[in-house]
């Protein structure tokens, strides 16, 4: 292959322009963000993203790769410049999202420079931040590059991070990302419910997790996470609940079988946790003590979405269904109680988890309106298991919604 | 999902350790090519790569992902240290590339800095380059995380570009990758065989294309690059060669078919051109204009290979190929002679172009041992179409080899 591969524009026409127009959407949104926190321009500066891309340009440019040094230019007039390799000013156009697209054949420098001459923006906004990943998509290599394009001009001084425009634009989603959201939730909810008709005792986890992925397969999705633990799942009280794969632990009457599964469809995720109880011969209803511990679960997920609305911080919210858990004697739980959804299952930004070391400031940050969490938590109950469930919630105007039926009782089988 | 998802250590134990011996093989050679440049310490430094990865994390690391603030150390004296988040030590262990690993749960500085005091090294080289994309694997934010740790040390002025480390040891292929690439050239070798059997007139580019693309999964492989791209398949001379996926153009007898395809198998790839030439009724040879074109074609890519050896420029290679075209009246091709190959199709590092500003240095750098590279050109002939091949081949301690048989006479059809 003679060029450095970069994307067909044909991938783009096949999907029906779908994916073009959720870009153009979110490039919008960009726009309306840049007029909000007061800064002129959003400068996205890359080169040969196939090897090494910038997090956030699948959000604002798509699946296709940059080949060469490109420039995004997004600047709150709404004017939108995409300085590119000529290889890729094709595709740069079917996207929709950039007005006015410069293909350049050599270096970029001048026509960057010309650019910025002309719009001259007071503060300039690039991929560099010290705690979210998503927004330091910028190369050390790359930010000393631009230095020396900007050297003899203002506009090195008026370089400040982009870091809060990436985590209101991705943290907020579009009409089109909610529902393609709810499109991958209806997804997993169908493949649980041919889950726990295909289940039964005598059955390894891994056959359970085989019949899974051979839905995902069928149904051409992808696994929201690591294949390999995409689902977990882990049937009765010597399965090790956390990071590893299903094992060929027998299911067995009497064992709670957990379950943490999403799928990726079109791009967009979801991430549920759901619950089964393997009846005894002699059980027509699980035990008292399972169904006390599936509802204290319950409870402290509603306990959750109490709390959960525009203007808390996650910490609330966490200590709120921490409480609970806390409250009726069990030990608390060693992760946070959500995370953003949304192109990946861990969309990062803000959590609602504790203020732990690890989590840094994201415990600290405000929730916002059409923010995507889910909601997840669990014990474990001697003798039967782990009792988590998860369930994935949109944040509106004063509360938040289900995007998808939760579970509100335990599925025997 | 209620941690940041990861590897699973089940996937290296499942492929029967060949990865992880593969990465081990690596690291000591990095140990080596430290030696030889005279730096004492390689410092990777990443975080969560399973949204920002650094392109050089495959090579030393392998597949898995990095969830929290890692930091791989890699001594001249053969130490190894692998600093990593408490969830990805077990992972770290398997890979058995770092001989000690220390398991962090808060931030890794502390940790960091001892090993850093008690090695004391007097160069420590980072992932930062303003030209090779695979050595520029360090974010601007990381790196100032990383003074921010390195302050009020000595360190912080030690720190010089890992670039020329990450040349040699991508270029430089182990017996274990050379073998690699070899099946996946013995793979891509027969599909071709299986396709001219397969192909006829009356198909379109498109049938082709399709018929390889099902080859590839049938193998469980994967396209070497843009899997729309890839097979590219051109037929007669109105097909438009370069840049674009197959065509519903037919083939026709009187058409040479020029293709483009590689696979990706075991994590190596392959990258090769062929030629067929579709029979007229009445012929039983193809026309002498287009044997005349094939053979100068060949001729070019030998003019190449005697050149190519260590020690040579890339440019000199180019050049050699370059005038035989030119010399027989043939406009120049628009495009280098070829680029290394291994994990990528186009892996990066120097290459054997002309002195083009777009390819940068890259053409003077020196060819050395057991790099791998294509050599590949062609010329557009009139009335019957693109004629292009491409061969692979591996650079020998005084020339080179073919990692898989020539083709040396056009396919008839």
């Given at each position: 292959?003679?060029?450095?591969?970069?994307?067909?524009?044909?991938?783009?026409?096949?999907?029906?322009?779908?994916?073009?127009?959720l870009?153009?959407?979110?490039?919008?949104?960009?726009?309306?963000?840049?007029?909000?926190?007061?800064?002129?321009?959003?400068?996205?500066?890359?080169?040969?993203?196939?090897?090494?891309?910038?997090?956030?340009?699948?959000?604002?440019?798509?699946e296709?790769?940059?080949?060469?040094?490109?420039?995004?230019?997004?600047?709150?007039?709404?004017?939108?410049?995409?300085?590119?390799?000529?290889?890729?000013?094709?595709?740069?156009?079917?996207?929709?999202?950039?007005?006015?697209?410069?293909?350049?054949?050599?270096?970029?420098?001048?026509?960057?420079?010309?650019?910025?001459?002309?719009?001259?923006?007071?503060?300039?906004?690039?991929n560099?931040?010290?705690?979210?990943?998503?927004a330091?998509?910028?190369?050390y290599?790359?930010?000393q590059?631009l230095?020396?394009?900007?050297?003899d001009?203002?506009?090195?001084?008026?370089?400040?991070?982009?870091?809060?425009?990436?985590?209101?634009?991705?943290?907020?989603?579009?009409?089109?990302?909610?529902?393609?959201?709810?499109?991958?939730?209806?997804?997993?909810?169908?493949i649980?419910?041919?889950?726990?008709?295909?289940?039964?005792?005598?059955?390894?986890?891994?056959?359970?997790?085989?019949?899974?992925?051979?839905?995902?397969?069928?149904?051409?999705?992808?696994?929201?996470?690591?294949?390999?633990?995409?689902?977990?799942?882990?049937?009765?009280?010597?399965?090790?609940?956390?990071?590893?794969?299903?094992?060929?632990?027998?299911?067995?009457?009497?064992?709670?079988?957990?379950?943490?599964?999403?799928?990726?469809?079109?791009?967009?995720?979801?991430?549920?946790?759901?619950?089964?109880?393997?009846l005894?011969?002699?059980?027509?209803?699980?035990?008292?003590?399972?169904?006390?511990?599936?509802?204290?679960?319950?409870?402290?997920?509603?306990?959750a979405?109490?709390?959960?609305?525009?203007?808390?911080?996650?910490?609330?919210?966490?200590?709120?269904?921490?409480?609970?858990?806390?409250?009726?004697?069990?030990?608390?739980y060693?992760?946070?109680?959500?995370?953003?959804?949304?192109?990946?299952?861990?969309?990062?930004?803000?959590?609602?988890?504790?203020?732990?070391?690890?989590?840094?400031?994201?415990?600290?940050?405000?929730?916002?309106?059409d923010?995507?969490?889910?909601?997840e938590?669990?014990?474990?109950?001697e003798?039967?298991?782990?009792?988590?469930?998860?369930?994935?919630?949109?944040?509106?105007?004063?509360?938040?919604?289900?995007?998808?039926?939760?579970?509100?009782?335990?599925?025997?089988?």
């Amino acid at each position: 292959m003679y060029e450095i591969s970069t994307f067909y524009p044909q991938k783009i026409i096949d999907k029906g322009d779908s994916m073009a127009t959720l870009i153009q959407e979110k490039v919008r949104q960009a726009v309306s963000i840049l007029a909000e926190q007061d800064i002129d321009l959003w400068l996205i500066f890359v080169r040969e993203t196939s090897v090494n891309s910038d997090p956030i340009l699948p959000v604002i440019y798509g699946e296709a790769t940059l080949t060469r040094q490109s420039a995004l230019l997004i600047h709150r007039s709404g004017e939108t410049i995409a300085i590119v390799g000529r290889i890729d000013a094709e595709t740069t156009r079917l996207i929709g999202a950039y007005q006015t697209i410069i293909p350049c054949d050599g270096g970029i420098s001048q026509n960057l420079l010309s650019e910025l001459q002309r719009l001259n923006p007071a503060k300039i906004a690039i991929n560099t931040s010290l705690s979210n990943v998503m927004a330091d998509g910028l190369s050390y290599g790359m930010y000393q590059l631009l230095l020396k394009m900007l050297a003899d001009t203002p506009y090195g001084k008026r370089l400040c991070s982009a870091e809060d425009i990436i985590a209101a634009l991705n943290g907020r989603k579009t009409a089109t990302e909610i529902d393609l959201i709810k499109a991958a939730i209806a997804e997993t909810l169908d493949i649980y419910q041919h889950t726990y008709k295909f289940m039964n005792p005598g059955m390894t986890e891994k056959d359970v997790a085989d019949f899974m992925h051979k839905q995902i397969a069928d149904r051409n999705l992808l696994a929201a996470w690591t294949y390999e633990g995409c689902p977990a799942v882990n049937s009765g009280p010597d399965s090790p609940v956390g990071h590893a794969a299903p094992t060929d632990i027998q299911l067995e009457p009497g064992h709670l079988v957990h379950f943490d599964f999403g799928v990726q469809k079109d791009g967009y995720c979801s991430d549920i946790q759901r619950m089964v109880y393997l009846l005894r011969t002699e059980e027509s209803e699980a035990p008292v003590e399972v169904l006390q511990g599936f509802d204290l679960v319950r409870q402290a997920i509603e306990a959750a979405r109490e709390v959960l609305r525009p203007g808390v911080t996650g910490l609330e919210v966490d200590q709120a269904a921490r409480k609970v858990i806390v409250d009726a004697g069990y030990p608390e739980y060693h992760y946070a109680t959500g995370h953003q959804l949304g192109k990946r299952a861990h969309d990062g930004g803000g959590i609602l988890g504790p203020q732990w070391e690890v989590y840094g400031d994201l415990p600290n940050q405000m929730i916002e309106k059409d923010q995507v969490y889910t909601i997840e938590l669990g014990i474990a109950l001697e003798g039967y298991g782990y009792i988590g469930l998860e369930e994935d919630v949109l944040v509106t105007e004063d509360g938040n919604v289900y995007l998808g039926e939760p579970q509100t009782q335990l599925v025997l089988k």
